[in-house]
Nanobody, 115 residues
Framework: QVQLVESGGGLVQPGGSLRLSCAAS????????MGWYRQTPGKQRELVAQ???????NYADSVKGRFTISRDNAKNTVYLQMNSLKPEDTAAYYC?????????WGQGTQVTVSS
């Protein structure tokens, strides 16, 4: 059974930092491209950052220079380090793993940036 389990969300003040984790099981993690997406009510889910199986990264313009995606294949985990957080970063954050036609999502973790 495939599972992607996010953790690390919470309430943080503007300018603060959080690190999200996504632990994968039931897949050969190292061959999957992994990504973080976010969604706010009434809006489409949007890409935040991606890291390929070859560790090539891609970021949304809105988070470039503030967020860093990384992966630890030994731990089957992908991370999203989020710095200099802004209120507009408030969203539910989802982990996604893809390999050819295989496509898995986690259940999400809430990030709220507010004073």
């Amino acid at each position: 059974q495939v599972q992607l389990v996010e953790s690390g969300g919470g309430l943080v003040q503007p300018g603060g930092s959080l690190r999200l984790s996504c632990a994968a099981s039931g897949i050969t993690f190292s061959i999957y491209d992994m990504g973080w997406y976010r969604q706010t009510p009434g809006k489409q889910r949007e890409l935040v950052a991606q890291i390929s199986s070859r560790r090539i990264t891609n970021y949304a313009d809105s988070v470039k220079g503030r967020f860093t995606i990384s992966r630890d294949n030994a731990k089957n985990t992908v991370y999203l380090q989020m710095n200099s957080l802004k209120p507009e970063d408030t969203a539910a954050y989802y982990c996604r793993g893809t390999f050819t036609s295989l496509d898995y999502w986690g259940q999400g973790t809430q990030v709220t940036v507010s004073s």
